[in-house]
């Protein structure tokens, strides 16, 4: 079980100082044949990205700006499971270290207070057709202050600082809890599938129960949230009662 689980990945993580970005890093170490579970962490990130060719805000030594190289033997149409999969094992982290009381916005927002507290990246690599490897990457906004965001960003980011009271978190104590409850559900997924990770992601998100908002070719529209279909799409219901999946992109909750 969980408790008596020894993490591998822990003696594979470089700390590094100041990159561009910590996924185009461990593409690097994935590309030189690095084994699973491989990770690059720094300092500060001066070109980090985000999802939809956003920038993500890395500023030193405030967060875990982190990318881990995996191997998975899957067909690309369910690497959207690993997005979710990941997010439940840095939510689990976040709980078990800080005890504060993150949720998850589908697809792998992190949320606490209503605001953004982590973000999740992940890419793939073809090869053939099929998937040659992926990177996960995961920012987690630690010990930023107020002040350390940017007047556009004070809106919808928040930190486990500011969440957590005041209290700053040790950084290479929750880098160590992440990369073990990933690895954990890692092994999990390959062994059971995406049953067990599906169930432990409804029981965190808080997107479930909630009216929500997206776009469609057609135009805005609005349906309740209701589940997750096999591949880790969203399960939305209309007023009509008609079911539909979106499997990735932007919701709004309403
Ligand atoms: C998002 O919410 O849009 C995803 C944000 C992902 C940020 C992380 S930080 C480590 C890794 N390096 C990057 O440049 N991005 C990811």
């Given at each position: 079980g969980r408790d008596t689980f020894a993490c591998s990945?822990?003696?594979?993580v470089q700390l590094l100082?100041?990159?561009?970005?910590t996924q185009e890093e461990a593409k690097k170490l994935a590309e030189n044949?690095?084994?699973?579970?491989t990770s690059v962490r720094a300092e500060e990130q001066t070109g980090g990205r985000g999802r939809m060719g956003r920038k993500w805000h890395s500023p030193r030594g405030k967060g875990i700006w982190i990318s881990i190289v995996l191997r998975p033997e899957?067909?690309?149409?369910?690497t959207p499971q690993l997005t979710l999969l990941a997010g439940v094992a840095v939510c689990t982290a976040i709980r078990e270290v800080t005890g504060v009381q993150a949720g998850i916005k589908w697809p792998n927002d992190l949320l606490a207070g209503g605001r953004k507290i982590c973000g999740i990246l992940l890419e793939s690599s073809l090869r053939e057709g099929g998937l040659h490897y992926c990177i996960a990457g995961i920012g987690i906004a630690v010990n930023l202050t107020e002040e350390d965001y940017p007047q556009e960003l004070k809106s919808i980011g928040t930190s486990l600082l500011i969440e957590g009271g005041g209290i700053p978190v040790d950084r290479t104590v929750l880098t160590e809890a992440v990369l073990t409850e990933l690895e954990y559900l890692y092994i999990l997924y390959s062994e059971q599938g995406f049953k067990p990770i599906r169930e432990l992601w409804e029981s965190m998100?808080?997107?479930?129960?909630r009216q929500v908002c997206y776009n469609t070719p057609e135009g805005r529209c609005e349906a309740l949230a209701v589940g997750l279909d096999d591949n880790g799409g969203l399960l939305l219901k209309d007023r009509t009662g008609a079911v539909m999946s979106v499997l990735s992109g932007e919701i709004e909750m309403i």
């Open positions: 990945w822990l003696d594979r100082e100041e990159v561009v970005s044949g690095a084994p699973e579970g899957l067909p690309l149409s369910l998100s808080v997107t479930l129960g």
